[in-house]
């Protein structure tokens, strides 16, 4: 066994629940989007789910462990994204790229030595599946298949991205406070090993900040006692507390807040992704990061195209800008008219088996978005709008005619 390298805006439906919801059969795709994804409520998935993956048979050893061995064996000469768990960085930690067989050979140090390592290292956010396309490691269930973000990367030719992930750790790797990127659902599975989660309902972060607004970085830290640098902290409620088992699969909803350690030499795959029930929370989001670089620019704002430069921030920043968002929006959209006229089809990531009622849905929610973006007044000052063939007014024009 390892030594322990750590020692240890409000969604409106949203109810408060005081325990973990745990699905442990099969339900059917209307629950789930009635019950957690419009309700915005977490769930934990069983180990059932996940039993036919090919990850859980080939990365494992029959002792329940990562198997090392064929990871090397098979992808040692990846680049792997690693962060060292002891190194903070602004609101994270310290990334450096490793070989996968370097960053293995340090996790098989790790179990040579009784006392541990000064170092905990955790490979996090590696694109296993845009690096090994034709794998199989996994199916993702049929709860997470309407994804609009992994669609957009999926069809898009420009850039290649996606947001689907391999973590790998030892016992004591651990992520810090945060909610998911664009406030993103986002689903975690193990492949093996245990993991400890702790969530905070949306908003319940408001009272987990010092007085400049900056969130923990340790949710099990001593500060967070501290009233002079945390002096809203009593106030919180609505704390989770989850234990995730070999096999099972969180579902993480918009906007909560959490933290999750490793308790044992660990696996996950995961995903971020939205879709027609939170994309007003990421349009929301977005227009509240964008404020906060024009206040923290305000003193700028009589240079040459300051708008311009507020979105070029909002980008470096969130990841994304007003027109990256319209173009994800336009590449969802045309998808579905194309599907609801009859001129094609919906391949990707299972879409088929949600059916033509959340198409709908989802274009319902598209045009809720095109009509908010219409009305901020800084789209027509953004040059890359102006002149733009496809503008978003003429998309809006199509997704109503299609729902009509």
């Known amino acids: 066994e390892l030594?322990?390298?750590?020692?240890?805006?409000?969604?409106?439906?949203?109810?408060?629940?005081s325990t973990f919801p745990r699905i442990s059969s099969q339900i059917t795709y209307e629950e789930f989007f009635r019950e957690f994804l419009e309700k915005n409520?977490?769930?934990?998935?069983?180990?059932?789910?996940?039993?036919?993956?090919?990850?859980?048979?080939?990365?494992?050893?029959?002792?329940?462990?990562?198997?090392?061995?064929?990871?090397?064996?098979?992808?040692?000469?990846?680049?792997?994204?690693?962060?060292?768990c002891n190194q903070k960085h602004y609101d994270s930690q310290e990334k450096k790229t490793y070989k996968l067989k370097d960053y293995l050979d340090y996790w098989r140090g790790l179990r040579k030595t009784s006392s541990g390592s000064k170092q905990c290292l955790y490979l996090k956010d590696w694109h296993f599946v845009r690096a090994y396309p034709d794998y199989g490691a996994y199916t993702t269930l049929q709860?997470?298949?309407?994804?609009?973000?992994?669609?957009?990367?999926?069809?898009?030719?420009?850039?290649?991205?996606d947001y689907r992930f391999v973590y790998m750790g030892p016992k004591g790797s651990w992520t810090p406070f945060h909610a998911d990127v664009f406030r993103s659902y986002s689903w975690s599975a193990n492949v093996c090993g245990?993991?400890?989660w702790v969530f905070y309902p949306p908003g319940e972060d408001q009272y987990l900040r010092d007085p400049f607004g900056t969130p923990i970085y340790d949710v099990d830290s001593a500060e967070l006692n501290d009233s002079s640098k945390?002096?809203?902290?009593?106030?919180?409620?609505?704390?989770?507390?989850?234990?995730q088992e070999e096999g099972e699969t969180i579902f993480v909803p918009s906007g909560w807040h959490h933290q999750v350690w490793n308790l044992e030499d660990t696996i996950s795959i995961n995903h971020n992704w939205l879709n027609g029930t939170n994309i007003h929370l990421a349009w929301d989001f977005l227009v509240e990061s964008l404020n906060q670089v024009e206040y923290a620019i305000q003193d700028?704002?009589?240079?040459?195209?300051?708008?311009?430069?507020?979105?070029?921030?909002?980008?470096?920043?969130?990841?994304?800008?007003?027109q990256e968002f319209y173009t994800f929006l336009r590449t969802v959209a045309r998808r579905r008219i194309s599907y609801l006229t009859g001129k094609g089809t919906l391949l990707s990531f299972g879409y088929w088996e949600i059916g033509k009622n959340h198409t709908i849905y989802d274009l319902n929610k598209i045009k809720w978005c095109l009509e908010k973006l219409l009305d901020d007044e800084?789209?027509?000052?953004?040059?890359?709008?102006?002149?733009?063939?496809?503008?978003?007014?003429?998309?809006?024009?199509d997704v109503v005619s299609t729902l009509s």
């Open 194 to 196: 245990r993991k400890r």
């Open 300 to 322: 700028c704002n009589e240079m040459d195209d300051w708008v311009g430069q507020c979105q070029l921030l909002l980008r470096a920043t969130h990841g994304m800008d007003y």
């Open 3 to 17: 030594s322990s390298c750590h020692e240890v805006h409000h969604h409106p439906q949203h109810q408060p629940i």
């Open 378 to 397: 800084r789209l027509e000052t953004i040059k890359s709008f102006i002149d733009m063939e496809d503008h978003p007014s003429q998309l809006l024009e």
């Open 143 to 161: 709860y997470f298949a309407s994804d609009w973000l992994n669609e957009f990367w999926e069809v898009r030719e420009d850039i290649q991205d």
């Open 230 to 243: 945390y002096p809203k902290a009593c106030s919180v409620v609505g704390r989770l507390e989850v234990i």
């Open 41 to 84: 409520r977490p769930c934990v998935f069983s180990s059932s789910f996940t039993q036919d993956w090919r990850a859980r048979t080939d990365w494992v050893t029959p002792l329940l462990t990562p198997d090392v061995d064929f990871l090397q064996h098979n992808f040692g000469e990846a680049e792997v994204p690693v962060a060292d």
